[in-house]
C-alpha cells in the first residue's frame, strides 16, 4: 500500500491543523495504521495509531487530548486533527500502515516504528510561538 501524507504547513501555537493520509495500491480497511513524528536531531516517536476498523485508538500522554486520530475506510484516508499546537509539536509527520493479518499483538506493539512495514513521505507541521 502507498501511503501520501498531507495537511502540514505553519500554525501559531495554540492553533489546529487536520493531516490526511491517502492511501492506494492495497487494502486500506485491512491495515492497522499510526501517525509517528521527527523532529529535527531527535529519533522518530509514536503520535497516535488507529487499529483496522477503528474500534481501538492510542495515543502518548502528550498526544492524547489534544489529537484525534481518524479514519474513513470508504475513502481509503487516515486522519489526525491536532488542536491546542504548541512549539514542541514541530516535525515531520508520517503516516504507517500495517497489514492487520500478519500481526497479532498490534495493542503492545503501536508504539514501534518497526511495527509499520508501509511509511508515507511525511509532512511539515512547524508550530510557532
Known amino acids: 500500500v502507498q501511503l501520501q501524507a498531507s495537511g502540514g504547513g505553519l500554525v501559531q501555537a495554540g492553533g489546529s491543523l487536520r493531516l490526511s493520509c491517502a492511501a492506494s495500491?492495497?487494502?486500506?480497511?485491512?491495515?492497522?495504521m499510526g501517525w509517528f513524528r521527527q523532529a529535527p536531531g531527535k529519533e522518530r516517536e509514536f503520535v497516535a495509531a488507529?487499529?483496522?476498523?477503528?474500534?481501538?485508538?492510542y495515543y502518548t500522554d502528550s498526544s492524547k487530548g489534544r489529537f484525534t486520530i481518524s479514519r474513513d475506510n470508504a475513502k481509503n484516508t487516515l486522519y489526525l486533527q491536532m488542536n491546542s499546537l504548541k512549539p514542541e509539536d514541530t516535525a515531520i509527520y508520517y503516516c504507517a500502515a500495517r497489514n492487520r493479518w500478519n500481526i497479532t499483538d498490534f495493542s503492545t506493539t503501536y508504539t514501534s516504528p518497526s511495527t509499520y512495514y508501509y511509511w508515507g513521505q511525511g509532512t511539515l507541521v512547524t508550530v510557532s510561538s
Open positions: 488507529i487499529t483496522w476498523y477503528g474500534s481501538n485508538k
Open positions: 495500491g492495497g487494502t486500506f480497511s485491512m491495515h492497522h
